[in-house]
């Protein structure tokens, strides 16, 4: 039986670690995605990816429902990315190319060389953004963010 998001917070709230993992697992990719976005680096995301769970544990007493549990937490991870790239005072490369896209390809090998072409454009023109204009751009196009939840403070 697949536990709510609301019963596995309450229990990793109680020190259920199995809960906690389990909303880790549910959130983890999209966590890490977010981190890419910001830093550029499959690295350097992982370890904020890292931070942000670490982050959420010691916050979940925090967590009030005003906003979703999703939205939270991709403040969080913004928030710690943000941290990050202001203390560093500079824009991280982006490493892109995973490897594993194009096996998987098929038949469909050019559309996807082409979207990922376009994705890696993409890519590299945010990452010239100064860190503000980063941060909003990435959580209001590629988080879905309304421009009020951009505009609360983290």
Same mark, same amino acid.
């Given at each position: 039986?697949?536990?709510? +998001?609301?019963?596995?917070?309450?229990?990793?709230?109680?020190? @259920?670690?199995?809960?906690?993992?389990?909303?880790?697992?549910?959130?983890?990719?999209?966590?890490? =995605?977010?981190?890419?976005?910001?830093?550029?680096?499959? +690295?350097?995301?992982? @370890?904020?990816?890292?931070?942000?769970?670490?982050?959420?544990?010691?916050? &979940?007493?925090?967590?009030?429902?005003?906003?979703?549990?999703?939205?939270?937490?991709?403040?969080?991870? =913004?928030?710690?990315?943000?941290?990050?790239?202001?203390?560093?005072?500079?824009? =991280?490369?982006?490493?892109?190319?995973?490897?594993?896209?194009?096996?998987?390809?098929?038949?469909?090998?050019?559309?996807?060389?082409?979207?990922?072409?376009?994705?890696?454009?993409?890519?590299?023109?945010? &990452?010239?953004?100064? @860190?503000?204009?980063?941060?909003?751009?990435?959580?209001?196009?590629?988080?879905?963010?309304?421009?009020?939840?951009?505009?609360?403070?983290?």
């Amino acid at each position: 039986m697949r536990l709510s +998001e609301e019963e596995l917070l309450r229990l990793s709230r109680e020190g @259920d670690m199995y809960a906690f993992e389990e909303l880790v697992g549910r959130y983890e990719k999209k966590v890490y =995605s977010i981190a890419c976005r910001f830093m550029g680096s499959v +690295e350097d995301a992982a @370890d904020m990816a890292q931070e942000s769970f670490l982050r959420l544990y010691r916050s &979940l007493d925090k967590y009030r429902g005003e906003a979703s549990f999703s939205t939270w937490l991709y403040h969080i991870v =913004s928030n710690i990315c943000r941290d990050e790239l202001r203390k560093r005072g500079r824009i =991280s490369a982006a490493v892109l190319d995973d490897g594993t896209l194009l096996e998987s390809a098929g038949a469909n090998l050019e559309a996807l060389v082409l979207e990922r072409e376009e994705q890696q454009y993409l890519n590299s023109l945010i &990452l010239r953004l100064p @860190d503000d204009y980063r941060v909003v751009v990435v959580m209001r196009e590629i988080m879905g963010f309304s421009y009020e939840e951009i505009a609360k403070p983290g």
